[in-house]
Nanobody
Framework: QVQLVESGGGLVQPGGSLRLSCTASGFTLGYYAMGWFRQVPGKDREGVSSISSTDSGTYYADSVKGRFTISRDNAKNTVYLQMNSLKPEDTAVYYC?????????????????WGQGTQVTVSS
């Protein structure tokens, strides 16, 4: 059974940090491009970051560039999103997703598999 499970969300003050994790089961994450998307109620889901399988190329939305870092540990079948200098506008449900096209970038990402999401709230 294919599954993506996110963890690491929570409540943090502005300027703080969180690290999200996404662990895959039922497939080998190393062959897939992996992405993080986020969604706020009433708005479309937004691409945040992705990492390809082929050369570990990374891509970021302009709104998070310089603050967020995506990485992967294929041995642990896990992808991470390190979020620093968090802002209230980063508040959203964050979803992990996998694209069978290992070369996919954030700008042409097709989510074949999705996690259930983890809530991130940035507030004082």
């Amino acid at each position: 059974q294919v599954q993506l499970v996110e963890s690491g969300g929570g409540l943090v003050q502005p300027g703080g940090s969180l690290r999200l994790s996404c662990t895959a089961s039922g497939f080998t994450l190393g062959y897939y491009a992996m992405g993080w998307f986020r969604q706020v109620p009433g708005k479309d889901r937004e691409g945040v970051s992705s990492i390809s399988s082929t050369d570990s190329g990374t891509y970021y939305a302009d709104s998070v560039k310089g603050r967020f870092t995506i990485s992967r540990d294929n041995a642990k079948n896990t992808v991470y999103l390190q979020m620093n200098s968090l802002k209230p506008e980063d508040t959203a449900v964050y979803y992990c997703t996998a694209d069978t096209r290992g070369w996919a970038t954030l700008f042409d990402f097709f989510g074949d598999y999705w996690g259930q999401g983890t809530q991130v709230t940035v507030s004082s």
